[in-house]
C-alpha cells in the first residue's frame, strides 16, 4: 500500500518534471542545413495569411486547410496602423485581434512566423504605418531618424511584450517560432546609403535585444547581421545563398500569385510552375518555404495600399479569397508537401551530390550512410519532354518540371503532372431583386458651413489625415458681362492637375466630369469646356484618394490631392490661374458625416424610392435591406451596374467598390512553362478589374440586414446582385 502510493507519488513527480523540462527546454535555433526545433533539423512548408483580410469566424477553417494542404507554419505581418490608429490608442479586437488569430494557429498544432516589421508593404494602406506618423514634428520613415526609430521601438516593443505575456514564443512553449523586423530594407538602404546602414545596425540591435528566444529574420536584406538570418523573396529562389554558411537557406515569400489593381487584368500563376520553384528551392538545399499568400483574402474597408490596389486580396492564392480551396493549386501543392515530408530524414542530413545527365538535365541525390535516400530529377528545358535514366530506372519528365523520388526508386510526384481535380469556381444568383432606396447628396460649395480657407492649394492628407478618402477644393470665379465667351458662346476650358487618385468636377451644383490615374502614373489632369454664367460661379473639385502608397523610397512624402495648376482658359486675359487664389477646403461627404452607412445615422435624411429613385447621379447613397441566404456558401455583391464607391453591410466596410475601372492588359494563352513574371498570366482584360465583393457571412443576421452603396460616380442600383460562392 505504502509501496503504492510511493509510485504513484514518484510518478505525478517524474510526469510535472518533464512537464517542466519540456516546456522550459522548447527551443528554436538553426544551423545552416535548417531551422532546429527543440534539436530536429525542419523542412517547414509555410503559408501567409494575413488576419485582418479575413474575420475571426474564418480563420479556425483556414488554418484547418492550410494544415490539410501539408503547411506547417502560418505567416503573417503585424498591422501597426490597424493596431494603433491614434496615436497611444491601441485596438486588438475583432479582425485586429492578434492573440486570438495566432492562438487559433496554435490549437491547430501549427507554427507562427510573426513578421512584425512594422513596416510591411503588402499592398496595405501606407505599407502599415499610421498616418498621425507621418505628422510627428521631424519624422522620415525608415531611416536613421530619432523620432521614427523611437516610435517603431515602442510599437514592436509592445508586439513582443504582448506576445510573452500570453506564452506564445516556442521559448515560452508558444507556437511561433521566428520573427521578422523590418522588410526588404536591403534595396532602400543600397539607395540611401549611410543613413540606412545605421538604421540597419539599429533596428538589428534593437530587435535582438528583446529577446524573444526564437531566431530573426530579415527579408532581402544582404547585410544582416548575426544571428539574424538573411532570406529570399521572389518566383524563384533556388540561387539564393544566406549571407553566412551557417545559416539556413529561407524563402520568406514565394509569390502565389499577384495582388491586382483597379484598372488591370487580373494575374494568376500557374500551380504547376509554382510547384516547380519549391522542388528547385528544396532540391537546392532550400529548407523554408512561404507562400505569399496561401490565402489572400479581401481588404476590407479602406485597408487597401495605393496604388490603386483592389479589394480583392486573393492573390491567386490556394485558398480563394472566400475561403474556399482553389483547384487544382492547393491539391496539386497538398501533394508536393507530402513528397517533400518524405524526403525530409535525407534532406535534413547531408548535402545533395549533384549531376546533369543531358542538356537542360539536373540530378540532386541526397543519399545518407543511414539509408534514407531522396532523389530530385529536373527537366529545365521550357518546350519537350525528357527522359532521364537514373538509378536502374527511367523517369519521363514534362518540359519545367522535377519529379521526386523520397526512396530514390519510385517517382511520388512531378510538379507539372497535375492530380488534383481542376475546378471551375462559379457565382450563381443567391436573391430577388434588392428593393433600394437613395439619397443624392449635393456637392459642397465654397463657404458652406464646416469648410475653411487657404490661400493656394493643400496637399490632401496634410487635411485629411486619411480619416476621409475625400477632400473637396472649392472657389468662386468671377465673370464679367464683358467676357466674350459670353456672346461667342466659346465655353472657357478648365483644367485641374491632381497628384491623384480621382477628381470629379461640379461647376456650380453640376456635375461636369471625372478623370482618373492609374497604377502606372496616379497623376491626373482634368480639362474640359465648362459653361460659366456672368457673376459668381461655384467651383468644386471633389478630390478621391484610392489608399496611400506603401513602398518606395520616402513614399511618406508623395502627394494626394489637386496641387495643381488649376486655370481657366479662353477668358478675354486669356489664361486665368486659379491656383492661388482663396480656396475652401471640407473633409470628406457629407453622408459620410451623417454616418448614413450605419441605421442610426441612415434616419436622418428623406430617401427616394420607386419611380424616384437616383439612377447614374453621382453623390448618390442607396439602401436597402436584405435576408442573408440559406446555407454556408461564401458571399458576394455583383457590381457591374455600379461605377466606384464604397459598400457597408450591417455598418460594416466591406471595401471600395471600381467596377468601372475596366482592365487593360494582355490576356492571351498562359504555359507554366518557362520563367514566370507578374505580367506573364492575366485574366479579365476588358471586363471591371472587379466586379464581386465578399460579403463575410459571420457580419449577415438571418435577416434584416442593411446594405448600404455610397456611389461617386453614377450607377444602376437595380442591377446590383447577391450570387454565392460555389
Ligand atoms: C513584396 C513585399 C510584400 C508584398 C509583395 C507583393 O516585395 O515584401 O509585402 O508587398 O511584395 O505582393
Known amino acids: 500500500m505504502l509501496m503504492e502510493s510511493f509510485t504513484r507519488r514518484r510518478n505525478c513527480y517524474i510526469l510535472f518534471l518533464c512537464f517542466f523540462v519540456c516546456y522550459v527546454t522548447a527551443s528554436v535555433t538553426y544551423d545552416h542545413k535548417a531551422i532546429v526545433i527543440n534539436g530536429k533539423r525542419r523542412i517547414l512548408i509555410s503559408g501567409s495569411i494575413h488576419y485582418p483580410r479575413s474575420t475571426p469566424q474564418m480563420w479556425p477553417d483556414l488554418i484547418q486547410k492550410a494544415k490539410d494542404g501539408g503547411v506547417d507554419v502560418i505567416e503573417t505581418y503585424v498591422f501597426w496602423n490597424g493596431h494603433e490608429p491614434s496615436q497611444g490608442k491601441y485596438y486588438f479586437e475583432d479582425r485586429f485581434d492578434l492573440v486570438k488569430f495566432i492562438k487559433v494557429v496554435q490549437q491547430a498544432g501549427l507554427y507562427v512566423h510573426l513578421r512584425i516589421g512594422p513596416y510591411v508593404c503588402a499592398e496595405w494602406n501606407f505599407g502599415g504605418f499610421p498616418v498621425w506618423l507621418k505628422y510627428v514634428p521631424g519624422v522620415a520613415f525608415r531611416t536613421d531618424n530619432e523620432p521614427f526609430k523611437a516610435a517603431m521601438q515602442k510599437f514592436t516593443t509592445k508586439i513582443v511584450s ?61 547585410d544582416a547581421p548575426d544571428p539574424i538570418i538573411d532570406t529570399c523573396n521572389g518566383y524563384y529562389c533556388e540561387n539564393f545563398s544566406p549571407n553566412k554558411n551557417y545559416k539556413p537557406k529561407m524563402w520568406t515569400e514565394n509569390w502565389t500569385g499577384w495582388y491586382t489593381d483597379f484598372g488591370t487584368a487580373v494575374p494568376y ?30 481588404n476590407f474597408g479602406r485597408t487597401s495600399s495605393g496604388l490603386f490596389i483592389a479589394t480583392s486580396y486573393d492573390y491567386d492564392a490556394p485558398i480563394d479569397e472566400y475561403g474556399l480551396i482553389s483547384e487544382p493549386k492547393w491539391g496539386h501543392l497538398r501533394d508536393l508537401h507530402k513528397a517533400i515530408k518524405q524526403c525530409e530524414s535525407a534532406l535534413v542530413s547531408v548535402d545533395p551530390t549533384v549531376s546533369w545527365p543531358g542538356k537542360n538535365l539536373e540530378v540532386h541525390l541526397y543519399k545518407t550512410s543511414f539509408g534514407a535516400c531522396a532523389a530530385f530529377l529536373a527537366n529545365y528545358d521550357t518546350g519537350s519532354w525528357a527522359k532521364v535514366a537514373f538509378g536502374n530506372g527511367h523517369y519521363d519528365l514534362p518540359p519545367w518540371s522535377i519529379s521526386i523520388l523520397p526512396d530514390c526508386k519510385t517517382e511520388v510526384f512531378n510538379t507539372a503532372k497535375v492530380r488534383a481535380p481542376r475546378v471551375h469556381r462559379s457565382m450563381t444568383p443567391a436573391n430577388s431583386a434588392f428593393n433600394w432606396q437613395s439619397y ?31 477632400l473637396w477644393y472649392m472657389t468662386d470665379v468671377n465673370i464679367s458681362p464683358n467676357e466674350g465667351f459670353i456672346k461667342n458662346g466659346q465655353n472657357p476650358v478648365l483644367t485641374a492637375m491632381s497628384a491623384g487618385h480621382v477628381l470629379h468636377v461640379f461647376i456650380n451644383g453640376q456635375f461636369w466630369g471625372t478623370a482618373y490615374g492609374s497604377l502606372d502614373n496616379p497623376k491626373l489632369t482634368f480639362s474640359n469646356s465648362v459653361k460659366l454664367r456672368v457673376g459668381n460661379n461655384k467651383i468644386s473639385l471633389l478630390s478621391v484618394a484610392v489608399g496611400l502608397s506603401n513602398v518606395g523610397v520616402h513614399y511618406e512624402k508623395w502627394n494626394v490631392g489637386v496641387l495643381g495648376p488649376v486655370t481657366l482658359k479662353g477668358l478675354n486675359e486669356g489664361t486665368r490661374d486659379l491656383s492661388k487664389q482663396k480656396w475652401s477646403y471640407k473633409i470628406g461627404l457629407k453622408g459620410e458625416s451623417l454616418n448614413l452607412h450605419t441605421t442610426s445615422g441612415s434616419s436622418s435624411v428623406k430617401w427616394t424610392q420607386g419611380s424616384f429613385l437616383s439612377k447614374k447621379q453621382p453623390l448618390t447613397w442607396y439602401k436597402t435591406t436584405f435576408n442573408a441566404p440559406a446555407g454556408n456558401d461564401p458571399l458576394a455583391l455583383d457590381m457591374s451596374s455600379m461605377g466606384k464607391g464604397e459598400i457597408w453591410v450591417n455598418g460594416q466596410s466591406i471595401g471600395r467598390h471600381w467596377p468601372a475601372y475596366i482592365a487593360r492588359g494582355n490576356c492571351g494563352s498562359c504555359n507554366y512553362a518557362g520563367t514566370f513574371t507578374d ?22 443576421n438571418p435577416s434584416g440586414n442593411v446594405l448600404v452603396v455610397l456611389e461617386e460616380w453614377g450607377g444602376d442600383p437595380t442591377g446590383i446582385s447577391l450570387v454565392k460562392r460555389t
Not at 167 to 189: D, T
Not at 285 to 297: A, C
Not at 441 to 464: C, I, K, R, V
Not at 679 to 691: E, F, I, S, V
Request: overall charge neutral; charged content about 20%.
Open 679 to 700: 505580367k506573364k498570366c492575366r485574366t479579365n482584360c476588358g471586363q471591371p478589374t472587379q466586379k464581386w465583393y465578399h460579403i463575410p457571412r459571420s457580419w449577415l
Open 440 to 470: 443624392n447628396e449635393q456637392p459642397a460649395f465654397s463657404g458652406e458651413s464646416g469648410s475653411w480657407t487657404a490661400n493656394g492649394l493643400l496637399e490632401q492628407l496634410s487635411q485629411t489625415w486619411d480619416k476621409s478618402d475625400y
Open 269 to 298: 500563376r500557374p500551380a504547376e510552375d509554382l510547384a516547380f520553384s519549391v522542388a528547385r528551392f528544396v532540391q537546392n538545399r532550400g529548407s523554408y518555404v512561404n507562400y505569399y499568400m496561401y490565402h489572400g483574402g479581401t
Open 162 to 222: 504582448i506576445m510573452k505575456s500570453e506564452n506564445l514564443f516556442q521559448s515560452q512553449g508558444g507556437p511561433i517560432i521566428l520573427s521578422q523586423i523590418e522588410n526588404e530594407y536591403g534595396p532602400v538602404e543600397w539607395e540611401i546609403g549611410a543613413p540606412g546602414k545605421s538604421y540597419t545596425k539599429w533596428f538589428s540591435q534593437m530587435a535582438v535585444g528583446l529577446n524573444t528566444g526564437v531566431p530573426w529574420v530579415m527579408c532581402k536584406q544582404e
